[in-house]
Every structure is written in structure tokens, then in C-alpha cells.
């Protein structure tokens, strides 16, 4: 991000400092293809990956080399990357979609109330923690959804090892309204009185402590409101302050680009990107979109999410999957995507690493009872033993 001369000099950052046309310089930058060798195409300043990017994959080498071009793409370039045909098996799409339309009704016949952070409520179906949810009622659907390589391949690049996901299932539907552009999660959660409580290099750091992304559960041509994106805005520092303002709001509705997406694509995203859904203007297509969530493991993901009961469900499976033969990186993916990959926070007097410099994480022990073929009865006692042991004493 570019530091301001306020941020050097005080620490701090001021809603007053915010100037359009020092936004306008950022976002004026235009995206040249050459210096990023793994893209297809650049379309309206957004990188599109597809099959230079899947061919490069097939070696260590090339792996990391290519999520350096990633990494390079959400910092210095335009902040948003789409991968086309990122599933190239749209029936573990369809099956996720059926499984996720169901516990929309379920919810509905509930009397659930539907929320949205930056829409009115209503104006979307939503399933929230839709991660755990689809681990315990599809375990099978979750494994071949998840042991999808282009979501690793991303959470990996931006956020290292030991990601933890999360995913929010968004439907829009015919008539939904747009949402106000903003930045997400950590300090787009905020408002800006209390986010300029928060350090310059704060604000700095928060981006990379999450990856936002969005998987295409049906075609999105541009009536159906596909997200609403300003290349380049993810670079000004003030930008947590700045999308509170309406004449930056303004600016993003005058300059935003929207790009429509095929079932199966998926866009990821630096969190700091002025964003928002569109308006679905068509009559018919309830505009369907997986929204992943991922966090670091250094920092705290937004959502709570029950990795015991999601390790449990999938266990068998996953055990199923390797005697079928499935690859070392389909059920690293499916695990990296389920279990708690980071041993902390634990309680030390009862969790000690005791073999290493950390307690082994929940990850770890579904890999060695996955790659040791233990008995249901034998993960499971020692997934409880070890949850038990990470619990703060009481009394």
C-alpha cells in the first residue's frame, strides 16, 4: 500500500486526510499483462487464469512460481484475480448448490432471519457458517467441493500454511439490491470513528491477515449483479476510512468494474478492495455465490466454526478416499479446508509440546489417522482427547 505523509509522520490516519484525487491516481493504473506471464488475459484491468496457470502446476517449482505471480497480483497489481473453469467438475458444484438450497429451506421453514453486512435484510438468501454445515450433512459433497486445488493454491500463496476457511453461501435474488461499496473484514468491519482508533500500520497489516473469494454456484452474466470491484482501490492506506465517505462511494459507482462469471469460475480478492454484490436486475436467476472467507492463523476468523464435528463427519470419508487412491494433495485440501491447522490458542498445562515446539495440531492428527488407517472409534477418542485438552481449566 502506498504510505501517506500523515501516517509517516504521526502514526496515526484521519478521515480528513481522505482526498478523491489521490484515490483517483491509484485506481488509474492500468494492468499490463506482460508482468504476469501465468495470466490468459487482462479484462477491464482483472487478471483472468486458466489454462497457462493449471499447466505451470505440475511441479513443485512451478507451484510456488505461480503464487508468487498471485501474491504480486493482490499487492502490487489490481487486487482481484478470476480463475476460469476453477472447478472443473461442475457436478461437485451442482451437488454443494442442491445441499446449500436445502438448508436455505430448512432455515426458512425455521423462521430464520437473514442478515447482510452492507444490504438490507431480505434482500438475500444467506447461509451463514455454510462450512460446517455442508461437512455435516454432505461429508462426501464437502470432500470433492473442497479437495478443489485452485482455492488451496490462493489461500496458500496469500495467507501461508494452516489457513482456516469459512464460507458463507449468498443468493441474490431477482430485485436484490445492490450493497454499498466497502472493504472487508477486519477493519472494514468497523466504522470509521473507531477504525481511526487503530495505528497506520494497522491498517497496513489487516489486509493480509484475510483473502476474500467468491465461487460462481451459477452463470452471472451482469444482470444478475455479479460483485462490483475497483481494481487498484486496495492500495490507499486510508481506504478503511475513505469508503465511509460519500464522495467515495460516488467515485466507485461512476468507476466500478463488473465482470460476469460462468458457473464453476471463482474471483479472489485482497480484502482492502472497494467492493460490493450488484443489483440483480433480471426476473428469473437467483444469483447463487459460495463466499470464502479465509484467515490467517495468526489472526481471528469472523465466523466460529465447529472443526471437531467437520473432522469427525469427513473421517470416513476421507479414509474412503485414500483406499480409492486419491492423491496426497486432494486430501491435504480437503483437511487444510476442515481441520484447525495452528495449535494455538491451547492450554499449556495440558497440551505441551511435547515432541516438537508446538502441541500437535487437530490437522496433524487427522493426516497420521488418515495415513495410519486408525479405526473410527480410535480418531475420535483422541479428536475429543485433544479438544479436551486445548479447554482452559475452571475452578
Known amino acids: 500500500m502506498t504510505v501517506s505523509t500523515a501516517s509517516r509522520t504521526t502514526g496515526w490516519l484521519s478521515a480528513a486526510d481522505c482526498s478523491v484525487d489521490d484515490f483517483a491516481a491509484l485506481v488509474d493504473q492500468q494492468t499490463d499483462p506482460v508482468d504476469y506471464p501465468f495470466a490468459d488475459a487482462v479484462d477491464r484491468n482483472v487478471l483472468i487464469y486458466g489454462e497457462k496457470l493449471r499447466t505451470a502446476l505440475g511441479s513443485a517449482s512451478g507451484r510456488a512460481t505461480v503464487q508468487a505471480e498471485l501474491i504480486r497480483a493482490?499487492?502490487?497489481?489490481?487486487?482481484?484475480?478470476?480463475?476460469?473453469?476453477?472447478?472443473?467438475?461442475?457436478?461437485?458444484?451442482?451437488?454443494?448448490?442442491?445441499?446449500?438450497?436445502?438448508?436455505?429451506?430448512?432455515?426458512?421453514?425455521?423462521?430464520?432471519?437473514?442478515?447482510?453486512?452492507?444490504?438490507?435484510?431480505?434482500?438475500?438468501?444467506?447461509?451463514?457458517?455454510?462450512?460446517?454445515?455442508?461437512?455435516?450433512?454432505?461429508?462426501?459433497?464437502?470432500?470433492?467441493?473442497?479437495?478443489?486445488?485452485?482455492?488451496?493454491?490462493?489461500?496458500?500463496?496469500?495467507?501461508?500454511?494452516?489457513?482456516?476457511?469459512?464460507?458463507?453461501?449468498?443468493?441474490?435474488?431477482?430485485?436484490?439490491?445492490?450493497?454499498?461499496?466497502?472493504?472487508?473484514?477486519?477493519?472494514?468491519?468497523?466504522?470509521?470513528?473507531?477504525?481511526?482508533?487503530?495505528?497506520?500500520?494497522?491498517?497496513?497489516?489487516?489486509?493480509?491477515?484475510?483473502?476474500?473469494?467468491?465461487?460462481?454456484?451459477?452463470?452471472?452474466?451482469?444482470?444478475t449483479g455479479p460483485t462490483l470491484y475497483l481494481p487498484y482501490s486496495h492500495q490507499y492506506e486510508l481506504g478503511y476510512l475513505a469508503f465511509h465517505l460519500p464522495e467515495f462511494t460516488e467515485y466507485f459507482e461512476q468507476h466500478y468494474t463488473q465482470l460476469p462469471l460462468k458457473k464453476g469460475d471463482a474471483a479472489f480478492f485482497n480484502p482492502a478492495l472497494f467492493h460490493g454484490a450488484g443489483t440483480n436486475v433480471s426476473t428469473t436467476v437467483r444469483r447463487m455465490a459460495n463466499l470464502l472467507q479465509v484467515s490467517s492463523p495468526f489472526g481471528r476468523a469472523m465466523e466460529t466454526v465447529d472443526r471437531v464435528a467437520m473432522c469427525r463427519a469427513l473421517f470416513p470419508v476421507l479414509l474412503e478416499k485414500r483406499s480409492a487412491g486419491a492423491s496426497d494433495r486432494y486430501l491435504d485440501n480437503v483437511i487444510a479446508a476442515s481441520a484447525e491447522g495452528y495449535a494455538f490458542p491451547t492450554n499449556l498445562d495440558r497440551d505441551q509440546p511435547i515432541d516438537g515446539i508446538t502441541p500437535q495440531t487437530q490437522a496433524a492428527l487427522v493426516?497420521?489417522?488418515?495415513?495410519?488407517?486408525?479405526?473410527?472409534?480410535?480418531?475420535?477418542?483422541?479428536?475429543?482427547?485433544?479438544?479436551?485438552?486445548?479447554?482452559?481449566?475452571?475452578?
Not at 472493504?183 to 468491519?189: A, N, P, T, V
Not at 497506520?200 to 452463470?219: E, F, I, Y
Not at 497420521?368 to 482427547?385: C, H, M, P
Request: charged share 20%; proline share 5%.
Open 74 to 223: 493482490l499487492t502490487d497489481g489490481p487486487g482481484i484475480v478470476v480463475f476460469e473453469q476453477a472447478f472443473g467438475d461442475l457436478a461437485a458444484v451442482d451437488r454443494a448448490t442442491e445441499a446449500f438450497l436445502s438448508q436455505i429451506a430448512v432455515e426458512k421453514a425455521a423462521g430464520v432471519a437473514g442478515g447482510d453486512h452492507f444490504a438490507k435484510p431480505g434482500a438475500n438468501d444467506r447461509v451463514w457458517r455454510a462450512l460446517d454445515k455442508l461437512a455435516l450433512a454432505e461429508p462426501a459433497v464437502f470432500a470433492e467441493y473442497y479437495s478443489n486445488d485452485i482455492i488451496a493454491l490462493i489461500s496458500e500463496a496469500w495467507l501461508g500454511p494452516d489457513y482456516q476457511l469459512t464460507s458463507t453461501v449468498n443468493v441474490l435474488n431477482p430485485g436484490g439490491q445492490a450493497q454499498t461499496a466497502h472493504r472487508d473484514y477486519h477493519l472494514g468491519f468497523m466504522d470509521a470513528v473507531t477504525a481511526a482508533r487503530f495505528p497506520a500500520h494497522v491498517h497496513r497489516l489487516s489486509p493480509t491477515l484475510t483473502l476474500q473469494g467468491a465461487v460462481a454456484h451459477c452463470d452471472m452474466p451482469v444482470e
Open 367 to 395: 493426516r497420521q489417522a488418515v495415513a495410519e488407517g486408525w479405526t473410527r472409534a480410535a480418531f475420535e477418542s483422541a479428536l475429543d482427547s485433544q479438544a479436551a485438552r486445548t479447554r482452559p481449566d475452571h475452578g
